[in-house]
């Protein structure tokens, strides 16, 4: 049995890298010369720079990868100020609570909210079809907790809507705990050996890191392999590849798509159209990553920080913000700051799609607003688009996830994030488990073997 995985970023990496420790034959094709996909660190000018995702939630799976990898000594956790999230409100940056459970006694909220929150737990469970995660927050918590707690959330992790965004395919731990124990509140409280906030982390020489790492220990990776057609004859898949006829006769019993949601779509319009048209309804906004950096003693704010939220309710044009030289040493000199600024989302496309050049003031205008900056530009000023960011887990997902899960009756399985989560242990852990499915599947050796 052989595997084709096409698409080297991080799920089509960690899947082929747990194959080829349980023995299972693959190639992996990648168009870019470069691995990683959205995981991507540059460095410019003498900053760290990071394009995609800037810190990782260090979860057991994760742990065990980075040790495998022999990256101890490349991690860096984030600072201890990293603990602290901190939600724009009236023009001014007010700390969140630290867990659900502060919500009851911090006075972040009126005495109303909090009160309704605590009653939280004598709200029957209820199974709603495609209920939004603004439904389900209005129906559990009161229509308080959604302005500067949820929205900012929604925005900041997902770039999402959450009046749009489903409950169950974003958020499915609510939905757990919810039918588990009756209320997210009991559940929490309950939940024995359940983790739902892990250390965030990253490395001495940025996230790309991670990909490299594991591109280092493959065998039968490609990279520059542009995959331009996927036929199938007699259950087999051949795939023709523009730079080479190498792979042209190779047959695979087995096709993992480890690609956005778009470039799958081209790929499988001949063979399974029904999927393709599917995977045209995944909507992934557009986002622009700007890195601004300013001298410290221009800088009136503290920034003893995680970074900042931006609610909708406060019209911002950025949707958050990272601190990122308070996460991490060496993001810039000693006597700078870093901010990373995220524009963007399926709440604000329009402010993504500016004009570069009055995009990058809007942010340097917001930040002097917010943070009490004296400098009339940055030191520096860095900005990358994506015009596909982060893909929305609503209504139109359905339909992919339920026919993604009836192909693998064809050979045919998913190793990326619009179907696996949108973070990259949520693609690690899934791919894992991918390669444990797929290695079931090897025929039993022979008495004769």
Wanted: aromatic share 10%; with cysteine.
């Amino acid at each position: 049995m052989r595997v084709a995985i096409i698409g080297g970023g991080i799920s089509g990496l960690a899947l082929a890298y747990y194959l080829q420790k349980l023995g299972v034959p693959y190639d992996l094709f990648e168009a870019d010369e470069q691995v990683g996909g959205n995981i991507r660190s540059i460095e410019k000018e003498g900053y760290l720079l990071e394009l995609g995702p800037n810190s990782l939630q260090y979860t057991p799976e994760l742990e065990t990868l980075v040790r495998e990898l022999k990256l101890e000594q490349e991690v860096i956790p984030t600072a201890h100020a990293g603990h602290h999230r901190y939600v724009l409100r009236n023009g001014t940056y007010e700390k969140l609570p630290a867990t659900p459970f502060s919500l009851l006694s911090n006075t972040f909220f009126s005495w109303k909210t909090r009160l309704r929150i605590f009653k939280e737990k004598d709200v029957p469970p209820a199974d709603i079809d495609y209920e939004t995660i603004t439904q389900f927050f209005e129906r559990r918590f009161g229509s308080g907790v959604l302005d500067y707690v949820i929205n900012p959330l929604i925005s900041g992790v997902y770039g999402g809507d959450p009046g749009k965004l489903l409950v169950h395919k974003a958020f499915p731990i609510l939905k757990e705990l919810e039918n588990r124990y009756g209320s997210v509140l009991k559940g929490l409280m309950k939940h024995e050996g359940m983790h739902l906030h892990y250390d965030n982390i990253s490395f001495a020489n940025g996230m790309q890191t991670l990909p490299d790492a594991i591109a280092g220990k493959l065998i039968s990776l490609h990279t520059g392999h542009r995959v331009e057609m996927i036929t199938r004859n007699q259950g087999k898949y051949i795939v023709s590849c523009a730079t080479t006829g190498d792979y042209d006769n190779v047959e695979y019993n087995l096709l993992v798509l480890a690609l956005p949601a778009l470039p799958a779509s081209e790929l499988l319009h001949f063979t399974f159209p029904g999927m393709a048209a599917a995977l045209q309804n995944v909507h992934y906004p557009p986002m622009a990553v700007v890195h601004s950096v300013y001298n410290r003693h221009d800088v009136s704010h503290e920034l003893n920080g995680f970074g900042a939220l931006h609610p909708k309710a406060e019209s911002p044009f950025a949707v958050s913000t990272l601190w990122s030289s308070s996460l991490f040493d060496g993001r810039c000199r000693p006597h700078e700051v870093m901010f990373t600024s995220f524009v963007g989302g399926a709440q604000y496309e329009d402010h993504a799609l500016t004009n570069k050049d009055q995009l990058m003031e809007c942010v340097h205008h917001e930040l002097t607003e917010t943070y009490g900056i004296t400098a009339g530009k940055p030191v520096f000023q860095h900005l990358h688009f994506m015009e596909h960011s982060i893909p929305q887990y609503d209504l139109y997902i359905e339909d992919a996830h339920h026919m993604a899960e009836k192909l693998e009756q064809d050979g045919l399985f998913i190793a990326a994030n619009w179907q696996a989560g949108v973070s990259v242990p949520s693609c690690i852990r899934h791919a894992k488990e991918l390669a444990d499915k797929i290695n079931l599947k090897r025929p039993a050796p022979s008495i004769a073997e």
